[in-house]
C-alpha cells in the first residue's frame, strides 16, 4: 500500500496502534501468547461492526462513490506481495479499505441478485466454521457437523414428503454443495448413473446417445451439465414456456416422443420451481406423470423458489414435490444464509455414493472402528468439503419454522408491494408480467418512447438501450444497484429481487424514484 | 437443546447473559439497533479467543474426552429444529458446545490430514468475506475481489514460469475451486474441450474413444473425473509407479503407447507433485518431453507439493512445471490458508472460457459499460461463488515471499527431525521409505511382531491390524490425531503430516511416545 491508511476506531478499547510493527508471527499459531491475537480480532469486529451500522441507513449509497474502474481499483489496492510481510496494521487497514469501496450487497437496496442483508448468525455461523476449520470428508474429523447436516437434509427432504426405505429407514439422501449449479450438476450425474449405470467403469460407447429435456427458462448449468457429461449441448431439448414463463406437461411429453423418433434415450427432464429471471413455477405434478410414463428421472430446481416449503401459504407451489427424484434447494438464497449453502436431495437411497465413490483407502478405511456410512465424502464429487451446515442450522434454530413461514410471506408481501407501487406509475414504469413470485419484473420506459407504438420494431430496440444506460448511471453514482436482461424476445428489462427483511416500503418507493430519476431524460 | 449450556464469559464487558430471551428479532438485518448484534458478535469471538487459547496448550487432547458415537453427540444436541426459534443465548451455547466437543484440527498434534493450526488471518479474512458476503460471478459485484483473484492468480503462474500471450499479456488462465478435487475436475475438462471441442455440443459420438493416462498414485479424483465426464474409468490408464513412489516418463509413454494400440485417443497425462500418502513428485520435466511428442495434456496435481515452488530451497521438486498444460495448487494446504482455497491454472489463455461458457444472459450481459472480460462467472462450473480470495491474499500479504519461503523449509525441517527420531525407535517403529518430502511413512511394530519374519503373510496380516486399533485407542482418549492406510502391498501403516507452525519437536516426540504407549502391547 503506498499510502497508510488511517483506520477508524469506534471501540475504546481496541488499540489497533498496537499492531503497527507487530506480524504474523505474533499471532497464533506462531506464539502462544494471545495478546496480538485479541486485539486482531477484536479491531476486525469493531471494523464489521461500523460496517454493518452503515448498512442500516437505508439512504447510504450501495457503492461509496460508485463502481470504478479496474485501474483506479488497482491504484488504491497494492495487489501484488512482496519479499516482506507486510504489518498487522496495514492488513487490518486493507481489510478496511474493502469494507469501505465493496458493493455492499448487504445494503436494503441492494436488489441486483442474491440480498439477503448481512445475516449476524450466519456470520457467526462463519466465523466459529473458519476457527475449527473442519473437513466434512469423513466422521472422525467432523462428527458433529455430519450429523448435524444428516438431519437437517432430512427435515430438507421431510418437507418434500419423500417416504422413508430401506433397512436405516432414511427418506432419501442428499449433501450440501458449493451452490446450485453444482448441485444441479450433481442431479444430472445420479439420473445418468441411475439410467446408465455402465457408463462410470465403459464410459459412453455403442452409439447410446443420452438425451435431457428442461424448459428454456431452466437455469443454464442444466446445459452446461451436459457439456461436462460429454453428452452435449445438441441433446439438450428445450420446451418453450408460455407467457407466464411455465412450461406444460403435454410440451414435456411431445419433447420426450421427438427425442425418441430421433433414436436418442431421454433420461432426465429438469423443471424449475421459481425460475431466474420470471420466478415461475412449472407444474411439477403434471409433469411427474408424464416422467412415470417414460421412466425418466425428474430434477426440479428449486434453488430459488425451494424455500416456499417453508411457508403453508406458499407450499402449494411445489405441489408434486414428492414425486420428484432429485431437488436443488439453496439456503443461501430466499433463507438469508451467507454463502455459500446449497442442498442437492436425491430420492433415491444410493445412487448418489454408487454414482461417485471411487473408495479412496486413505480417506475410507474400510477397517475403521464406526460405521462408515457416516462418512461422506465418497458420495460427493469434492474431497475436502467445507462445513457449510453451521450457518444454516444456527439459523434455522434461531427462527424456527414459524420465523421462516412469517420472512417467506414477508417477502411475497414486499414483492405485491412493489407491483402494485409500480402499476400507480404508468406509462413511466411498464411490467413484463404479473409476479408469479417475488421476482418482480419492468421496463422504465422515457417520456421520449411513451407514445411510440409498441409492437414496432424502433420501440423495442430503442427500449432495449434504457435498462443498460439507466444501469450504467446507477453504477457510476452508487445509490443502488438493480438486474437486468434481455429474455425470449423481450427487449432489456429490470428484473427486482428483494429478500433481504431490511429492505422497507420506504426502500421499494425511493428505488422507484432513482430508476425514474435516472431514466426520465433518456 | 434438553438443558440449558452455561457459556463461560472470560471478557467482562461481554454480557452473554443479555442474550436470554433476545431473538433473532433483536438481531441486524432485522433491526437496525445495534445492542444486541455488538453483544452477540462479541460473545462470539470471547468464545472462539478461549478455544484458540486451549489449542496453545500441547498437551491438552485434541478431542475432549475423545470420539463419541452418533448417538451420544444427538444426545448433546438437538439437532432438530422446533416451531419456535431459540433464544439467541441458547444459539451461542449450542456454539460452545461445538467448539467443546469438535475434533481440534488446528491442535498441534493433530496430524490426521490438513494441519495448518487456527490460522489468525485466514479467520479475520473469513469474518470480512461473509459480512461482504459477495459473489465472484461478475466484476460488478465483486470488483475488488475479481481484481484480487487475478493479480493473485498471475503470481502463481509466475511461480511456474508460465510465458505471457496473447493481446493483453496474459500467462495463463485459472480460478479459484471449491477444493482440489474440483480442480483437477477443472483440468480435465478443459484438456476435454482442447483434444475434442466437438464434445460440448455434440457429445461423445462416432466411436471416438478419450482415455487417460496417470500415475497409480494420482489423487482418486482424477479417476473420477473420467466417470462424471462419461469417458469411463476403464479408459484411464494407470502406471505403477517405483519404489519411490515415482512414475517414469518411460511407462507413461509405453501406457500411452499400449492405448493406442487399442484405438484409443489419449489425451490427459496427470501425475502428482507431492502424492497423497507418500509426497512423492514425479518427474515433470520428463514427463512433459513425452507428452509434447504425442501431443498430450500434461496436467500436474500439486495440490499438496505445489508450495515448494515458494521456496528457493525446494522449488527444483517442480522442474519442469513450466512445461505443465494445467496445474492444481491448494493453498488451503501447505499454505494454511483455512478451507476452502485451491487454484487450477492453465497455460492456455481461452480454453476455460471456451470449454466451459454457456452465455446466460441475466448475468452476462452483453452490453455492460465495463469490460466483460471482467466477468469470471462463465468460465467456471459454478454459478456463484464464494470469495476465497482475500483470505489468501491477506495470508500472503502479511508473510511475504519470504515468510513462505521460512515456512516450507520450517516443515521440511520438522519432518526431516520426525523421521531421524523415528529412526532412533527401531525396531518399534519401521519406515516405509524416507521421506521425499513432508509425509513421513512409518508402521509401529510391537514387541510381539518384531521377532517375525517380515516377508510372511502372517506377518503383514497381522502388522496391518495394528495402526487400525493404536487409531481406535487414539479416538478414544483424543489424545492426538494420526492417519493410516494401506498402499499398493504395504498393511496399513501410518502417514504423519506435519503442517502446522505451532507444532515443535517436542510435539513430535511426544506423538512418537503416544503411540508407543498405545500399541506397545498388541
Redesign the interface.
Known amino acids: 500500500m503506498s499510502e497508510k491508511i488511517p483506520i477508524a476506531n469506534s471501540i475504546n ?1 481496541v488499540h489497533v496502534e498496537a499492531l503497527n510493527e507487530r ?2 508471527k505474533n ?4 506464539t ?1 501468547d ?1 495478546k496480538t ?2 486485539t ?3 479491531a ?2 469493531d ?3 461500523r ?3 452503515e ?2 441507513e437505508h439512504d447510504s449509497p450501495v457503492i461509496k462513490n460508485g ?4 485501474a483506479e ?2 491504484k488504491m ?1 497494492t ?8 504489518d ?1 496494521y ?3 487497514a ?2 478496511e479499505r ?2 469501505e ?6 445494503h ?1 437496496r441492494f436488489i ?3 440480498s ?9 455461523g ?10 466434512m470428508f469423513t ?6 457437523f455430519n ?2 447436516e444428516e ?2 437434509l432430512t ?1 430438507m427432504r421431510d418437507c418434500c414428503g419423500w417416504p422413508k426405505q430401506g433397512p436405516l429407514s432414511k427418506n432419501g439422501d442428499g449433501v450440501l454443495a ?5 448441485s444441479n ?1 450433481y442431479a444430472v ?1 445420479a439420473a ?1 448413473h441411475y439410467a446408465f449405470p455402465q ?7 455403442n452409439g447410446l ?2 438425451a435431457m429435456v428442461i424448459s428454456k427458462h431452466c ?3 442444466m ?2 451439465a ?10 439438450v431439448y428445450e420446451v418453450d414456456p408460455d407467457e407466464s414463463g411455465r412450461v406444460t406437461a403435454e410440451n414435456i411429453e411431445e419433447k420426450i416422443l421427438y427425442c425418441q423418433s430421433l433414436g436418442l434415450t431421454v433420461f432426465f427432464v429438469a423443471i424449475t420451481a421459481g425460475t ?2 420470471f420466478g415461475a413455477f412449472d407444474p411439477i405434478e403434471e409433469v411427474s406423470v408424464i416422467c412415470r410414463k417414460y421412466n425418466v428421472w425428474l430434477h426440479v430446481d428449486g434453488a430459488w423458489g425451494g424455500s416456499t416449503l417453508l411457508s403453508p401459504k406458499t407450499k402449494h407451489l411445489l405441489q408434486g414435490i414428492d414425486k420428484a427424484d432429485s431437488f436443488t434447494w439453496n439456503p ?1 438464497k430466499l433463507m438469508s444464509i ?3 449453502c446449497s442442498a442437492i436431495l436425491i430420492r433415491h437411497l444410493n445412487v448418489l455414493q454408487e ?2 465413490q ?6 475410507f ?1 474400510p ?5 462408515t456410512s ?1 462418512d461422506t465424502g465418497d458420495k460427493t ?7 457449510d451446515i ?1 450457518k444454516l ?11 421462516y413461514a412469517e420472512h417467506v410471506e414477508g417477502l411475497v408481501e414486499n414483492a405485491k408491494f412493489f407491483y402494485e407501487a409500480l402499476l400507480k406509475r404508468e406509462p413511466y414504469f411498464r411490467m413484463v408480467m404479473k409476479p408469479p413470485f417475488i421476482n418482480v419484473c419492468f421496463w422504465y420506459v422515457p417520456s421520449s418512447l411513451q407514445h411510440y407504438d409498441q409492437t414496432t420494431l424502433e420501440y423495442k430496440q430503442r427500449l432495449d ?1 434504457v435498462a ?1 444506460k439507466i ?2 448511471r446507477m ?1 457510476n453514482s452508487g445509490t443502488m ?1 438493480i ?5 425470449d424476445d423481450y427487449p ?1 428489462f429490470f ?1 427486482a429481487i428483494i429478500s ?3 429492505t422497507t416500503k420506504g426502500d421499494i418507493v425511493a428505488m422507484i424514484d432513482t430508476i425514474h430519476e435516472l431514466g426520465h431524460d433518456l
Open positions: 478499547y506480524t504474523y499471532l497464533v499459531p506462531y502462544s494471545m491475537t485479541k486482531f480480532l477484536f476486525a469486529i471494523m464489521i461492526l460496517y454493518i451500522t448498512l442500516n463502481l470504478r474502474t479496474p481499483y488497482r489496492f495487489f501484488e506481495i512482496d519479499d516482506q510481510g507486510s498487522l496495514d492488513i487490518l486493507n481489510c474493502i469494507l469501496t465493496t458493493v455492499r450487497s448487504g436494503p441486483n441478485q442474491l439477503q442483508g448481512v445475516d449476524t448468525i450466519s456470520l457467526v462463519e466465523m466459529i466454521t473458519s476457527t475449527i476449520n473442519a473437513n466422521y472422525e474429523v467432523a462428527p458433529v450429523l448435524m438431519s437437517v427435515h458449493p451452490g446450485g449449479a453444482l450438476l450425474l445418468k457408463i462410470k467403469k465403459g464410459g459412453i460407447q446417445r443420452p437455469h443454464y448449468s446445459k452446461r451436459a457439456a461436462i457429461l460429454s453428452i452435449g449441448t445438441d441433446q431466474t429471471v443461501h451467507h454463502l455459500q454414482a461417485n471411487m473408495c479412496a483407502g486413505y480417506l478405511q477397517d475403521k472402528h464406526y460405521e457416516l464429487i469434492q474431497c475436502g468439503r467445507h462445513v453451521l442450522w444456527l439459523g434455522w434454530k434461531a427462527r424456527g419454522h414459524l420465523g438501450k443498460p444501469k450504467e453504477m444497484m438486474g437486468y436482461q434481455r429474455l432489456n428484473r433481504n427483511p431490511a
